[in-house]
């Protein structure tokens, strides 16, 4: 039933709101909201996870514009704190009372993959949303996902019921090993499941990428953000609802305003750049890990090798410590695996490495550059 006006993919994620002394500044919320919706976009995205964010937006928006105005998405995280559907059904009906939005335009099970998917299958979280639609609490359901375009394929299999999918895509991930954003959208599409589209700009790692693609940035449209370039790589995509973007501040909302208003797809010359980009990326000397997990397969001690992997990629090319060990923790401790802090250097692992990594030697120091990954989300 998806209703987004399809020119205007631009949406507004609620995950990294303003902050004043800690607390979320409703002031500017209120703005950057009022400027969202002044341009013409509609779309608002929030989760029960989200420290604050549902009731910042029932004040920002619910409660000051028409219902019929805007759609607002939210999500539920059934593998977080809950022992029994009734924990997890309970957090579809608290959003429902800290938005105040009578029902959800777009309703997702949160971060599907890996161990996480299990919480949803046994407290049969699939023909909740159904009966929530079924009531007219939820207009769209679906589910936002971070694991392989092959468990992606089995889950679509399984519920061709589901609305939607929101996945992680980006430019510098397109043809990532460890994330594989093109075969994820290419699975989706080819399900014929329209896509919201997460992390454009990699947790914002993309608005100030590695000096050699700024260079091809600012020699293609010298007064574009590096930013700008990630959310119109997402938008230009077909088969495409919206793009989240997590704006912190009324700048970021007035950049991203600037040329999302009115896109209309990316030009050849644009597109040219951006691939050039994605070329300066992967010329960055990185571990060759190609994410085949034979290395983890044989680990005594359940490391999260390619997860880790991830990390130390993602430092060497951000240069962001704590962004490295937030995306690193999603591929390690998020899907039930040790962190390097466990390796005993027994070297099972590079025996069957194709790639010849010096495995241990790089777990080593992964572990005094970002300590524990294995923390739980």
Same mark, same amino acid.
């Given at each position: 039933?998806?209703?987004?006006?399809?020119?205007?993919?631009?949406?507004?994620?609620?995950? $990294?709101?303003?902050?004043?002394?800690?607390?979320?500044?409703?002031?500017?919320?209120?703005?950057?909201?009022?400027?969202?919706?002044?341009?013409?976009?509609?779309?608002?995205?929030?989760?029960?996870?989200?420290?604050?964010?549902?009731?910042?937006?029932?004040?920002?928006?619910?409660?000051?514009?028409?219902?019929? &105005?805007?759609?607002?998405?939210?999500?539920?995280?059934?593998?977080?704190?809950? $022992?029994? $559907?009734?924990?997890?059904?309970?957090?579809?009906?608290? &959003?429902?009372?800290?938005?105040?939005?009578?029902?959800?335009?777009?309703?997702?099970? /949160?971060?599907?993959?890996?161990?996480?998917?299990?919480?949803?299958?046994?407290? *049969?979280?699939?023909?909740?949303?159904?009966?929530?639609?079924?009531?007219?609490?939820?207009?769209?359901?679906?589910?936002?996902? /971070?694991?392989?375009?092959?468990?992606?394929?089995?889950?679509?299999?399984? /519920?061709?019921?589901? *609305?939607?999918?929101?996945?992680?895509?980006?430019?510098?991930?397109?043809?990532?090993?460890?994330?594989?954003?093109?075969?994820?959208?290419?699975?989706?599409?080819?399900?014929?499941?329209?896509?919201?589209?997460?992390?454009?700009?990699?947790?914002?790692?993309?608005?100030?990428?590695?000096?050699?693609?700024?260079?091809?940035?600012?020699?293609?449209?010298?007064?574009?953000?590096?930013?700008?370039?990630?959310?119109?790589?997402?938008?230009?995509?077909?088969?495409?609802?919206?793009?989240?973007?997590?704006?912190?501040?009324?700048?970021?909302?007035?950049?991203?305003?600037?040329?999302?208003?009115?896109?209309?797809?990316? &030009?050849?010359?644009?597109?040219?750049?951006?691939?050039?980009?994605?070329?300066?990326?992967?010329?960055?000397?990185?571990?060759?890990?190609?994410?085949?997990?034979?290395?983890?397969?044989?680990?005594?001690?359940?490391?999260?090798?390619?997860?880790?992997?991830?990390?130390?990629?993602?430092?060497?090319?951000?240069?962001?410590?704590?962004?490295?060990?937030?995306?690193?923790?999603?591929?390690?401790?998020?899907?039930?695996?040790? @962190?390097?802090? @466990?390796?005993?250097?027994?070297?099972?692992?590079?025996?069957?490495?194709?790639?010849?990594?010096?495995?241990?030697?790089?777990?080593?120091?992964?572990?005094?550059?970002?300590?524990?990954?294995?923390?739980?989300?």
């Amino acid at each position: 039933m998806c209703i987004m006006n399809e020119k205007k993919k631009l949406g507004f994620g609620l995950m $990294r709101l303003p902050k004043n002394n800690e607390e979320i500044d409703l002031v500017q919320v209120k703005e950057m909201v009022d400027r969202f919706l002044a341009a013409g976009f509609t779309y608002f995205d929030t989760a029960w996870a989200y420290p604050g964010s549902e009731d910042a937006i029932r004040k920002a928006l619910v409660e000051r514009y028409p219902r019929d &105005s805007y759609q607002l998405a939210t999500k539920n995280a059934a593998w977080l704190n809950c $022992r029994t $559907r009734d924990d997890a059904v309970e957090q579809f009906n608290t &959003s429902l009372a800290r938005t105040g939005a009578g029902y959800f335009d777009y309703y997702l099970l /949160h971060n599907l993959g890996g161990h996480h998917t299990d919480y949803f299958d046994d407290f *049969d979280m699939w023909t909740f949303i159904q009966d929530k639609k079924q009531e007219g609490l939820v207009l769209n359901a679906g589910f936002s996902f /971070h694991s392989t375009p092959a468990e992606l394929e089995k889950l679509l299999e399984q /519920h061709p019921e589901v *609305d939607f999918v929101q996945l992680q895509i980006n430019y510098a991930d397109w043809d990532n090993p460890s994330v594989q954003s093109r075969e994820c959208y290419e699975t989706a599409c080819r399900f014929g499941k329209p896509v919201i589209i997460m992390e454009p700009v990699k947790g914002g790692m993309l608005a100030d990428p590695p000096e050699s693609v700024k260079e091809i940035f600012k020699a293609a449209e010298p007064g574009s953000s590096c930013a700008s370039w990630a959310l119109r790589f997402a938008a230009d995509l077909e088969g495409v609802l919206t793009v989240l973007s997590g704006m912190s501040n009324i700048e970021q909302m007035e950049d991203n305003l600037s040329y999302m208003k009115d896109f209309a797809g990316l &030009s050849a010359k644009q597109q040219d750049a951006i691939d050039k980009a994605r070329t300066a990326l992967k010329e960055i000397p990185l571990i060759p890990c190609t994410h085949c997990n034979y290395c983890a397969n044989v680990c005594p001690e359940n490391v999260g090798i390619p997860g880790t992997f991830t990390a130390l990629n993602n430092l060497t090319l951000y240069r962001n410590p704590e962004v490295a060990k937030w995306q690193g923790s999603w591929q390690v401790g998020g899907i039930g695996k040790k @962190s390097s802090l @466990s390796c005993i250097k027994c070297g099972q692992c590079e025996e069957a490495c194709p790639q010849h990594i010096s495995i241990r030697e790089e777990l080593e120091k992964a572990s005094e550059l970002l300590g524990d990954l294995a923390v739980p989300l």
